[in-house]
C-alpha cells in the first residue's frame, strides 16, 4: 500500500463529517479505484467505517482511542520522514481533541499508574501530551513492563502507607522524567513548529536547567534562581484556558527572557533571534535599552565585538537618564576586547578571538591581518606551500598575523578540516618552512596556533580549526626572502612578490627609512 496516499486518505477524513470516494479521489488527485483500495483496507484495520448517505457510501474516521492510538504510530514514528503530513496531522482539531482526559486514564492504566491521580495531575500531563508528539508517542506505544512488574511487587508485598508513598513517588518518577524530556527537545526543535504555534507556546525551556529534583517530579530552575514545576509555569501563563492554548503571549519583553535563556544555554542563534523579536515589537524606550544590552552581550559572547559596541550604544542613546549602566560598562568591554583583537602592537601572541562557525570575526583585514580560506582538498599543502611567503612579507614591513580558516570576503569562520595527524603535519611543515627563511629567524619570531571552532550552541566542532600564524615585528630592520630567494612584502589585499628593480627599490627604501627613524 502506497503510505503516502494512504496518508492523504487519512487526512482529508479526519477533520470532516463525512466523504465520499469521489470526493477523495477529486480532492488529492487519484483515481478512483485507487482511493477505494485505500478505503477498504482502512476499514478492514477499523481505522475507518463506512456509512451510506442517500445510496452513496461515505467514510469517516473513528474517533476513539483504539484507532487514534495506530494513527500516531504512523505518523509520528519516523521524524524526519512525511513533514507535510506530519504538520496536517498534528495541527488537526482531530488531533487536539483526542487529547483528552479519556486518553489520559488509558495512558495512565497502560503504566499501572491509575490510583490516586487528582484532575490537577491529569492535567498537566494532559497539556505535555498536547505540546510533545515525542511524548504522546511514547505515552501510547512506550515499553510498560518495568511499571508492570513494580505495580505486580508492590501487590505481593502489601506495603505499609509510608513505603507505598515512595514506590508511588519512584515509579511516577520513572513516567514523568521521559515525557518532560521529550517535551523540552520537542519544543526546542524545529519539527513541531507548526504545532507549537497553533498551541501559542513560547519558549518553555527559558527555564534554563532540569534536572530531578525529588523522586516525584522534574523541577525548572529559572533565571533568576527561582524554582518552580514544569506544571506551575504552564499553569501561571495561562491566560485563558481553552483547549489547545498553553501559553498567551501576552508582554513581547517575554521573547527578550527567552534570549537570555537561550544565551545561558550557549545556544546563541537562538538568543540573537529571540531578542529581534522583541525588538520588533517592545515600544517602550527603556525596555528596548534592556533588550539592546541584552543582544550586545550575545554578540559579546560570540566576538563579535564591533555589533556589541553598535547595540550598546544604541541602548546608551535611549537610556537617556544613565538608568541602565550595564550598557556603558558593557560597551567599555567590547571596546577593550576589540582593541585587544586588534592591537597592530601586540603581534606576539595569538589572538584571543574566540572562532565561531559561519560568524565574522571583529576585524577587517588590513597590512597586519590576511585571511584565507582553505577550498582544495589537501588542506596542509595549501597552509605550508604559502607560510613562509607570508612570513617573509610581514617580516619585511611591520609583522602581522593570517588565519587560515576565516573566509576573505565577509571575514566569517569557515574553518579548515583537520583530523590530528594533519595538525601535527602543519606543525611540522610550516617550522620546516620557516626555518629556511634567509636570514634566519628564531623560534621566538613566530607561533603557529590552532584555535577549536565553536558552533553556535557553544559546543567545540570536531576537527574544524582556524590556523593562525604569528610574526612578530622586528627589532633590526633586514630583508628577508624565502628559501628559494623569493622577496615578497604585505599589500593591503595580501602580498606581493617582488621582482627586479623592485627589490633593489625595496631595499633602498627600507634603509632609508631606518636611517631616518634613528
Known sequence: MDTIIRKKVILCLIDCDSKSANEIAAEIGESLTTIEEQLTELASENICKKINQDEISQYIVKKDIETFAPLVKEFLSEKGRDKEQIEQFITSEYYFTRIDFELVDYVLKRFYLDWDQTNEGKEGIRRILLASPSALSFALHGETEPFRESWAHQNRLNPSEKDLERIIGITSSGFMTPLLEMLIDDVGGSLYSSLHDKLQIRMIKRSIQVSLATPYEKYVEAIGGEITTFARLVADSMEDPRPGQLVSLVNPIDYSDDGLAHLHLGEFQGALDSFDKALDKVQDPTQRAIVLNNKGLAFLRTSQYQKAIECFEEGIVLDSEGEISELRENKQIAQEYLARATDADNLTDPTQVRFVQEQPIPFEETLFYEFKEIRGGNPVDSITNTADEYAVAFLNSEGGRIFWGIRDSDRVTVGVLLDERQRDDVRRK??????????????????????????????????????????????????????????????????????????????LSRFQSDTETD
Open 430 to 507: 610550516v617550522s620546516e618552512k620557516l626555518w629556511g627563511i634567509r636570514p634566519p629567524i628564531s623560534d621566538e619570531d613566530w607561533q603557529l596556533e590552532l584555535h577549536q571552532i565553536y558552533d553556535l550552541h557553544g559546543e567545540t566542532i570536531k576537527d574544524l580549526w582556524v590556523v593562525e600564524l604569528v610574526i612578530s615585528p622586528q627589532q633590526q630592520k633586514e630583508v628577508f626572502y624565502t628559501n628559494s630567494g623569493e622577496l615578497f612584502v604585505k599589500t593591503p589585499g595580501g602580498k606581493q612578490k617582488l621582482l627586479g628593480p623592485q627589490v633593489t627599490e625595496f631595499i
